[in-house]
């Protein structure tokens, strides 16, 4: 695993993760302290760069901030406790409540961090659970792309993703990769190159957004009825492709019918975007070969149509023929590993699946947690029953959950609070024992995200390669804890590398090879080109399912339906008298991720404090100057901020970054559904009020 550079120095390759990218990263090490890391040239992905978050990985690591030991709540401070201590007092505390409320009063919830760990850090979390006996699961997916999961899962029966490198046209709907996805930002670059038209859909004008063909500003929350539009274009012009659309779908003519009431001008009216900017974008989408549509991470998903959007934007990817195709949307084949649930021991389902049972299950196909959305009310409410105690792994949900003010109160009201992670949080404040959890650097497991992210068959192993204070990877986290119940029978490992090696036992893969022989990982599996045609869709009726019986016996809509946003001037006239503006949040920065990075030094720099960001239009009508002090209002809450007055955002917008905990815009959304098939929030589109200070 490692490659000498001078006796004293060596090079670990390990796999960055401070975003969903996975680039490639050869670490240094001197005495065991890393000194540096740099890209790995032979990685597929990144090709040895890396953006400056990866670049920043040693600093984030030798943080000074980080947490050292495990931490006892004692008064209004903390008292420093052995690891053994808080295993005795976490495994008691939990028997104690099982024995009170039964198992289910246990919730689990973890961030994207940890759902990144890999299969045997996840995994192990799931076992713990099982044998516990709560299915109360959740993690930041409750607020993140599970919508578009569900609705190509429905449509095609897979989930397949964009190949923009490949692409003779890009639609960039909601996405600024530059801050989000660096290595997407190049490959699309590189297509641009190539010559593939580039059209961005976003209401903010990004860098890349200047660089575009066609730049398309809609009111945020009004995505869907704008898919709707291209559908009417499309259909309407004749432009699908036939010979698919006869052979391989069901459903069309609903669809064109459907589809009719949303003229580009009826579709403008709804979205701001100009009608002749409506045809347009469908006539190049659908007349260039291959084209494909890159969702944001969560642009889309975290609307009022969030699942019905995604559902519009399957639909356009299949009857334009881009369907498992090169510069189209495909699928890469993972490694089939084995499972480490035991679902035998689970008498229930968790919270939030009866309400959104296709964001639990999807033909019979495990999705497999709750929506966290209806924790807060389930705690303070103990309705349908008591949920007593919490284990809370590498997420912030006091910053990055909606409506904070609420979350905290619940949070607050738990019996018992277990929080772990790297730094002292807001949600780690809280809490009754606090953690100290390993970084990405400090951690192994299986790296296989490859293919769902990229549609790139690829694996390599994470590797540990080095240790901080009294830190703990997750995964021996949850491994101890499990012993330390009695629940060593169905833990029969000693450590995570063993957990590694028993998963990959059905895939031909095994921790010697991926650790020693191939530490810059192996390609693994294929890229399946027209696999509908051979074999196709794993759908009800065995074809592309622009017409949903499944839904339609669910009670949802069989066709993508646009929903107004909650709130909104058209859906809430009377609230938008109060709160004329649509506040919109989440969008991505290369200076930091979510709540995380903000007390590294070189990153700070990039992104260095929270502010709002309006048009002059909107500025001037409130008579704010660029930099002045601004209070922002919902009817969640109030927050105190700094104007941007930048003609990047369409007018009557108002675009606050989340992850600030001192000016923090979660204390302004919802948790209420906004989606109503998966119940992501609508994060995207809720009415606010601005003032100056
Ligand atoms: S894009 Fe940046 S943060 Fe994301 S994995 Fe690559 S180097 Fe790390």
Known sequence: MEGSLSSAERVVKTVCQLCVGGCGMNVRLKDGEIVGVEGMKEHPLNEGILCPRGAAAADYNSSPDRLRHPLKRDGEGWKKITWDEALDTIASKLRDIKGEYGARALAVCIGMNMLLGGAATVGLLRRFLDVYGSPNYFSVDSLCFRPRIIANILTFGKFPVAVPQNSNCVILWGHNPDASSPVAARKIRHARENGAKLIVIDPRRTGIAREADIHAQPRPGTDCALALGLLNVIIGEKLYDAEFVSGYTVGFDRLAEHVKP???????????????????????????????????????????????????????????????????????????????????????????????????????????????????????????????????????????????????????????????????????????????????????????????????????????????????????????????????????????????????????????????????????????????????????????????????????????????????????????????????????????????????????????????????????????RDGDAIVVETLRGVINTKARVTDDIVANVVNIPHGWADANVNLLTSEAPGDPVSGVPMLKAVLCRVRKS
């Open 262 to 624: 949303f003229t580009p001008e009826k579709a403008s009216e709804i979205t701001w975007v100009p009608a002749h900017t409506i045809r347009e974008i469908a006539r190049v989408f659908a007349t260039t070969k291959p084209s494909c549509i890159v969702q944001g991470y969560n642009a889309l998903d975290q609307t009022t149509s969030g699942f019905q959007t995604s559902r519009a934007i399957a639909i356009l990817h299949a009857i334009t023929g881009n369907l498992d195709q090169p510069g189209g949307v495909i699928i890469a084949s993972r490694p089939h590993l084995k499972s480490l649930r035991l679902y035998e021991h689970l008498k229930e389902k968790p919270l939030g699946e009866d309400q959104y049972p296709l964001a639990y299950s999807v033909f019979g196909r495990m999705i497999g947690e709750g929506q966290g959305m209806v924790l807060p009310d389930v705690i303070l409410t103990g309705n349908p029953y008591p949920v007593k105690a919490m284990i809370i792994s590498g997420s912030n949900l006091v910053v990055t959950w909606p409506n904070s003010n609420k979350i905290k109160k619940a949070l607050q009201s738990l019996d018992f609070l277990v929080v772990m992670d790297i730094f002292m949080s807001e949600t780690a404040k809280l809490a009754d024992i606090v953690l100290p959890a390993a970084t990405f650097l400090e951690a192994s497991d299986i790296t296989d995200m490859y293919g769902f992210n990229y549609a790139l068959p690829y694996v390599m192993l994470r590797k540990r390669t080095t240790r901080f204070a009294e830190s703990l990877p997750d995964g021996e986290f949850w491994l101890a804890l499990a012993k330390r119940m009695g629940y060593g029978e169905y833990f029969p490992w000693e450590n995570v590398d063993e957990v590694i090696e028993y998963l990959l036992e059905p895939s031909g893969l095994t921790l010697n090879l991926l650790r020693d022989e191939k530490p810059g990982g192996l390609p693994y599996g294929s890229v399946r080109y027209d696999q509908y045609k051979e074999s196709g869709f794993r759908t009800p009726s065995g074809k592309a399912e622009l017409y949903s019986e499944t839904m339609k016996e669910l009670g949802y809509d069989p066709l993508p339906a646009y929903r107004e946003p909650l709130e909104s001037p058209i859906s809430t006239p009377e609230l938008a008298q109060d709160y004329p503006l649509i506040l919109t949040s989440g969008a991505r920065s290369l200076g930091n991720l979510h709540s995380q990075l903000r007390n590294v030094q070189r990153l700070r720099k990039i992104s260095p404090e929270p502010t709002a960001e309006i048009s002059p239009t909107t500025a001037a009508e409130y008579d704010i």
